[in-house]
Structure formats: structure tokens, C-alpha cells
């Protein structure tokens, strides 16, 4: 079985600090790595995925994530961090073909990033 | 650009009763997905379908039942619901590509209360 770890529940950060949050996957075999963004009252928007290739992958709204294949994980992060980047922040994997679908994403309890002016 | 479209956005029922919950996905997207996120949750995957048969099941319990038509939209039906279904239900959609899968686009999600 696939699983997401974000170990903090909250990260607080000060505007145009650098920012990280972190996120630990367990699957057998090569993982899917997503990470999505959740405002209040809102749908979850895609900010970056790595599926293959370079393990610093760059996404939307200056974020990025670093695969770690020894550490299994994949920190999302961003040099400095905005106030508008304050929300609730999903990593999530997915195995390909694993012959019983996992078609679906395995999300992770979601951290709290605050920024603070 | 054209997102995933989810009706209704809130919904309020009662114990017991019938619900439906409706996902239009985004033009050319062949698959849907249902995902149900509780108060302070993780979004916890239900279903899938792709090409309007069933692709992978989650924790989808036996009173919920969905499909997808042929016009690719998909209904999630919920019976005998329970105050534990309060929830917001989020739809996503996405394009099955040869390389591997491209990322899913989640609708605003529709906010269920049972009373």
C-alpha cells in the first residue's frame, strides 16, 4: 500500500523568508509526486508533479519540490515566501500500473503554511 | 480556460435521504475521479472511471454508487445517508497520456451537510 507522510501540521514563516514543507511517501516501486494547494472554501489547485527526469521540478506560483529517492521524499519549497501563499498544502503519490488501479491520488493530512507580514 | 464544473456547490440533507452529486470534466478529459474530504481531512479517494467504465475503487462505501456518461460527465449517488457523509465531495478530471499520467484538476467540490 501507498502513504503520504506530512509530518507538521503547521509551518509558519515570515514574508520573504524561504519556505519548506515537507512530505515522506512509502510505495513499492517508482512513485508519482504531486502537490497540491487548498484556499478555504476551494477546490484543490496543481502547483507540480515529478513523474521521471530531473529531481528539482519547478511549478506553478514559484514553488518547487526535490525528489529524494534515498529519503523517499518530496519537500516542497520556495525561496521567498508571500502572505498570498498562506493555505493548506497537500503532497500525494500515485504508483503506476500497479495492477490493482491505485488509480486515485493517496493524499497526505495536509500542512498549514502560514506567512506572516 | 474551462475547469471542472460541479453541481450543486452545497447541498443540505437529511438523514436517510437521497443525494446526487454532478461532474462535468474538463472538454477532452476521458477520466473522472470522486474524492470525499471531511472536516480538517485529508481528501480520501472514492472512485474512478475512464472511458465511462469503472477504473479503480476506493473507500467508496456500498450505500454510494456512481457512473460516468457518455458525455463524460459522472454522478456520484449517495442513499441512506448518514450525519458521517457531511463532507466536501470533489471531483477531478484528466487525459490518459501514453507517458505517464498528467495531473488531475480538481472542481470547486460540492459541500454535503446531513442533518
Known amino acids: 500500500a501507498q502513504s503520504v507522510a506530512q509530518p507538521e501540521d503547521q509551518v509558519n514563516v515570515a514574508e520573504g523568508n524561504p519556505l519548506t514543507v515537507k512530505c515522506t511517501y512509502s510505495?513499492?516501486?517508482?512513485?508519482?509526486l504531486f502537490w497540491y494547494v487548498q484556499y478555504p472554501n476551494r477546490g484543490l489547485q496543481f502547483l507540480l508533479k515529478?513523474?521521471?527526469?530531473?529531481?528539482l521540478v519547478k511549478g506553478s506560483y514559484g514553488f518547487e519540490a526535490e525528489f529524494n529517492k534515498s529519503q523517499t521524499s518530496f519537500h516542497l519549497k520556495k525561496p521567498s515566501a508571500l502572505v498570498s501563499d498562506s493555505a493548506l498544502y497537500f503532497c500525494?503519490?500515485?504508483?503506476?500500473?500497479?495492477?490493482?488501479?491505485?488509480?486515485?491520488?493517496?493524499f497526505g493530512k495536509g500542512t498549514h503554511l502560514i506567512i506572516q507580514p | 480556460a474551462a475547469g471542472v464544473i460541479q453541481s450543486p456547490r452545497h447541498l443540505i440533507k437529511e438523514k436517510r435521504e437521497t443525494a446526487t452529486l454532478k461532474c462535468y470534466p474538463i472538454?477532452?478529459?476521458?477520466?473522472v475521479y470522486w474524492y470525499q474530504q471531511g472536516p480538517g481531512q485529508d481528501p480520501q479517494f472514492l472512485i474512478s472511471?475512464?472511458?465511462?467504465?469503472?477504473?479503480d475503487k476506493g473507500s467508496i462505501p456500498d450505500r454510494f454508487s456512481a457512473q460516468q456518461f457518455s458525455d463524460y460527465h459522472s454522478e456520484l449517488n449517495m442513499s441512506s445517508l448518514e450525519l458521517g457523509d457531511s463532507a466536501l465531495y470533489f471531483c477531478?478530471?484528466?487525459?490518459?497520456?501514453?507517458?505517464?499520467?498528467?495531473?488531475?484538476?480538481f472542481g470547486p467540490g460540492t459541500r454535503l451537510t446531513v442533518l
Open positions: 472511471f475512464y472511458e465511462k467504465m469503472q477504473s
Open positions: 500525494a503519490v500515485r504508483v503506476p500500473y500497479s495492477g490493482g488501479g491505485a488509480d486515485g491520488l493517496t
Open positions: 510505495v513499492s516501486g517508482n512513485p508519482y
Open positions: 515529478y513523474i521521471t527526469g530531473d529531481n
Open positions: 472538454p477532452r478529459h476521458d477520466t
Open positions: 477531478a478530471s484528466s487525459r490518459k497520456v501514453a507517458g505517464g499520467p498528467i495531473e488531475k484538476f
